[in-house]
């Protein structure tokens, strides 16, 4: 790994000092659009940099958008609107479940994905039906990957292998959506066991989904950070867990290895709890379970370190 320099997170404006990120959502997304979603895609500048202004009213500092390639992640557009509105984003390379992607779109990267994301980290991003534009976008400051239900399949196993080398070759914090919360144990030890990633650059998404607290537990025992993510999605009615699961994880000492983030991922979602609900009504509700110090590090300190990393100069 060729690495140098004090560590730094890279947003779409630039690396900064972690200690700037501030109050942090640390898994969001103001653009998203799937063919699994026709119909529902975030594809809206001027929606997205609303929600982006209203996070920001509401206390926020920093948004970490999980949009891989492929999936309309818009990282010109994040530019600029995190500039205007004065909220620091980080933007994502690497590839989600193959279901989400035209055949097309696919055939571009699934070749070359390790070059493809180590470029998206270190030169610039480029939209996915553009490859032969100039890579005039904002650096990715992560690499999102995902796994399959209960299970590693063979695209996930393509894709974190090439998320692994990129981070070995960047130091790129590598982000996982975890299909509806289950084979977190399989990613670790696929990911940190096999493929050599230290677990302090591993994010586990959506471990809210599968509220089992021993599985939670074995999991943070591994080092890695758990995010939890989505609350108050009407289609995921595990919300009611939620506390019980992140007070267990912080009294087995697990507090400093715990994220939050809002995981909009569809335009009704926009209209339903998401980034601000984090700071209105999630994280007040946590202080009062938990206490302020506790609730601070899941929104300050513990993002501050899972996203940053000594990037190549």
Same mark, same amino acid.
């Given at each position: 790994?060729?690495?140098t320099?004090e560590?730094?997170v890279?947003?779409?404006l630039g690396d ?5 990120l ?7 997304h ?8 026709p ?6 500048p001027?929606?997205?940099?609303h929600a ?8 926020g500092a920093?948004l970490?958008?999980?949009t891989p390639?492929?999936?309309t992640?818009?990282t ?11 909220v ?18 696919l055939?571009r990267?699934i ?15 480029q939209?996915?039906d553009?490859?032969d ?12 990957v995902?796994?399959?239900f ?9 894709t974190?292998t090439?998320?692994?080398?990129a981070h070995?070759?960047t130091?790129? %914090?590598? $982000?996982?959506h &975890?299909?509806l919360?289950? !084979?977190?144990?399989? *990613?670790?030890? +696929?990911l940190?066991?096999?493929l050599?990633?230290?677990p ?6 959506h471990?809210n989904?599968?509220?089992?607290p ?6 943070a025992?591994t080092?890695?950070?758990?995010g939890f993510d989505?609350?108050?999605r009407?289609?995921h009615?595990?919300?009611w ?18 994220l ?12 339903q %709890?998401? $980034?601000?609900? &984090?700071?209105?009504t999630? !994280?007040p509700?946590l *202080?009062?379970? +938990? ?6 590090a ?8 899972a ?5 190549p100069?």
């Amino acid at each position: 790994m060729f690495v140098t320099g004090e560590p730094e997170v890279r947003t779409v404006l630039g690396d900064i000092d972690p200690a700037e990120l501030g109050v942090t959502n640390s898994h969001d997304h103001l653009f998203f659009a799937s063919k699994l979603l026709p119909g529902q895609e975030l594809d809206d500048p001027i929606a997205a940099a609303h929600a982006l202004l209203e996070f920001k009213m509401r206390g926020g500092a920093a948004l970490v958008q999980w949009t891989p390639y492929g999936l309309t992640r818009r990282t010109r557009d994040l530019a600029w609107m995190s500039e205007e509105v004065g909220v620091h984003v980080v933007a994502a390379t690497g590839l989600h479940r193959v279901e989400h992607y035209a055949p097309v779109i696919l055939g571009r990267v699934i070749d070359g994905l390790v070059k493809e994301f180590v470029a998206d980290l270190t030169e610039g991003t480029q939209p996915a039906d553009l490859p032969d534009e100039p890579r005039t976008g904002p650096r990715a400051g992560l690499v999102k990957v995902a796994g399959a239900f209960h299970t590693i399949d063979s695209h996930a196993r393509l894709t974190m292998t090439a998320a692994a080398v990129a981070h070995q070759e960047t130091g790129a %914090p590598i $982000a996982v959506h &975890l299909e509806l919360g289950t !084979a977190g144990l399989e *990613t670790v030890e +696929l990911l940190c066991g096999k493929l050599d990633v230290p677990p302090d650059k591993v994010i586990l998404g959506h471990l809210n989904r599968n509220p089992d607290p021993r599985l939670q537990r074995k999991i943070a025992e591994t080092g890695v950070f758990l995010g939890f993510d989505g609350p108050s999605r009407a289609n995921h009615a595990t919300d009611w867990r939620l506390f019980d699961g992140l007070e267990a994880l912080v009294a087995a000492g697990h507090g400093g290895q715990l994220l939050l983030g809002g995981d909009t991922t569809t335009a009704a979602a926009r209209d339903q %709890p998401g $980034a601000s609900y &984090l700071l209105t009504t999630l !994280a007040p509700r946590l *202080t009062e379970h +938990l206490g302020g110090d506790v609730v601070t590090a899941m929104l300050v300190a513990n993002p501050a370190r899972a996203f940053a990393t000594s990037w190549p100069k």
